[in-house]
């Protein structure tokens, strides 16, 4: 009896470790399949936004990055947006203290997990 629950307790260990593992290496666009969805409505906004108005929105002007689609939250906005004088920008998912983060960078036109490479004006 103590012999079949201690290999079904080593099973379940086994089974969790390997899960775990499987979840780890899957590619950013499963695992974050929905930040990047959502993100990529966002992007194409600021782009059409980029093309009207020949610049980007500030990263403060709270209503017109509201009416792109981004959401505000207690901590600012999500996902973080930032741009610099070039016309790049870079949208960040920031989910704890410490990166990488999940970005997308308008120079490299895709998703990663990276830092930050683009710092808000003021901060």
Known sequence: MIKKI?????GIL???TVSLTVYWNLPIEITRHSD???GNKLVLNLENY????????????WNTLHQLGFKQHDLGL??????DSTGSYELV???????????YNSRE???????????KKGQ
Do not use: V
């Open 6 to 10: 201690l290999l079904a307790l080593l």
């Open 50 to 61: 980029q093309k009207k108005h020949k610049n980007l929105p500030r990263y403060d002007d």
């Open 93 to 103: 998912y920031i989910d704890g203290f410490d990166g990488p983060y999940l970005i």
């Open 78 to 83: 999500s996902p973080d947006y930032a741009a």
């Open 109 to 119: 036109k895709k998703w990663s997990i990276d830092f930050p490479k683009i710092i």
């Open 14 to 16: 086994i089974l969790g």
């Open 36 to 38: 990047i969805e959502y």
